[in-house]
């Protein structure tokens, strides 16, 4: 099922890649999407209706390396997007750690088993073992590697977002059982962030030998935090993450979080090659204030492609006329695209891309 | 049932409207929480116990002078807040246009027939003939002013925030109808901001008329939005309402929204007495930036009331050791009470703010 797609262009002279060094010269710059692979896709959703037929489709599709690779071309093939992001998901780890998810349509993920005592923190796996049980992500990246042209990024969730849905039992709109027990239990929840952060470490190290060209970390829900707590629950683990990834290979790390107009300063302190922004700070006032060590992704509104491609056209111009030209610059939403965006808006993104400057 | 409660203080002096006017110099900072009169109090369940005995609990709670004066004055009564802000909603402005809500238990709003149309649009009040349905609240400010012994905020929803409720019907992670709507149907959009924004004109003149101290408007959900579309959907209407206040009144005007740490430029631009700052942004770093002309208000993490009372106090004396000794600073929340905090931990983040510097 999964074929070449570009057999001209090669990995080693990826602008995706040289934006992440700093030494894009191609005249234009790269994209790609996060949530590329996914619901907006009709050949998605023809997968996924396959694997709904199986108990649980949507972990069917993460854990088969033919589907997850089939599926993470999707966007390659159809867009020719500058980098593919391994299909998968950031909750991966907590399932790894003997902590099981499911995904419910319309609702997201569910942790039966929610995490709120010392007794459930170490019934869980130990780091070690748990990463024997993300094999078939390495057999997908393998598998990836022998089909693509363009950059594999493979991922994570960072500790705090995996930990608060592994505590919060899901998705929550405020977070209060993790806000909760980091005053009544805070041995239990800082005793998980470690754990998750080992595991992150292991697993991340497993995906570069198994082969991708770029990592990133999501740590989502940020956004949900005062700087304070941020600086006490995200920062700390996501260094000690990128610190060691960084000591173990020189494939470059990119950190996604929320509220990125108050917290770039404590996310550049953590050593990463790239910070991908939300869509609630300005790109421009972004890049003036990031060391331009440091790349920069991001911000296009996910829902600037609600709008007519005119639309679309003339803002995302804008914003390449504003920093296209930069050797660091890499075009992505500022948050996952939703699942009801018509396919011809995310055409229309990146052929405004990609005749930019042309 | 209303009494008086502290014969000692009168508005006249009230640390609250000197810190709005830059001259508190009373030796500590006010303090008063959004959505003080709430849930989280024992004697507001009581009252509301009562009430739900009606069709619609809650809107006969706001609707009823007598009931909403009660409940401002109940936690003026056992903190001693330095002011009080009316008990009601922001969304009768919606109400009094013709777009009835509901309030449903664990939901929230309800709308059940959402503007989604020119049509649903044409079949709303004018602005004119809406505020006549606002009489109650006229009724409860009176009320208050006769018995309250510390200043009374009116306020009201912000046009964005109050359509976001009116076109997606109620409660949303997303917005994604109001999002919509700004590309396929502007006009609609921007002529609901534009009715919106002459109601609230209309209402607050008359809250001004009935005796309120000081204004509050609340446009909560502007985090969902890029700065562009902030600019383009909320400063333009916050701007026109406080343009025609200050034209009528020169009683403060405080303005709160959330991503503040990101937006307060477009804010200061809008010319309110006082920024209320959300929990994202760091307070500290906010009165430098915003200018010493404008006093500023929060931003208490409003989960840091689920710590223990040492925690609270830790962290609450920090935050008035560097700024509680400022003229023009007012110690509040970064968002609304939870409805689930312990009525002794605002006894200490209270007892902290009154005790400190004495």
Known sequence: MPKLVHPNTTVSTSRFLEA???????????IWMMRQAGRYLPEYRAIRDEAARHHNGFLTMIQTPELATEVTLQPIRRFGMDAAILFSDILVTASALGCPVR???KKGPVFDTPIRSPEALAALRPASDAVPHLQYVMDAIRMLKGVLDVPLIGFAGAPFTVASYMIEGGSSPTLSHIKRMQYNQPDVLHGLLSQLTDVTIAYLKQQVDAGVDALQLFDTWTNHLSVYDAQQLCFPYIQQIITAMNAYTSIPIIVFCKNTGVLWPDLVATGPTAISIDWGCDAVHMRACIPDTLALQGNVDPFLLYADPETIEKRVTRLLNDLGHLPNYIVNLGHGIMPDIPVA?????????????S
Chains 1, 2 share one sequence.
């Open 103 to 105: 995904f419910v349509e």
């Open 345 to 357: 808006h995310v055409q229309t993104l990146v052929n405004t891309v990609k005749a930019w400057g």
């Open 20 to 30: 992440l060094q700093g030494i894009n010269h191609t005249g234009r710059p790269p």
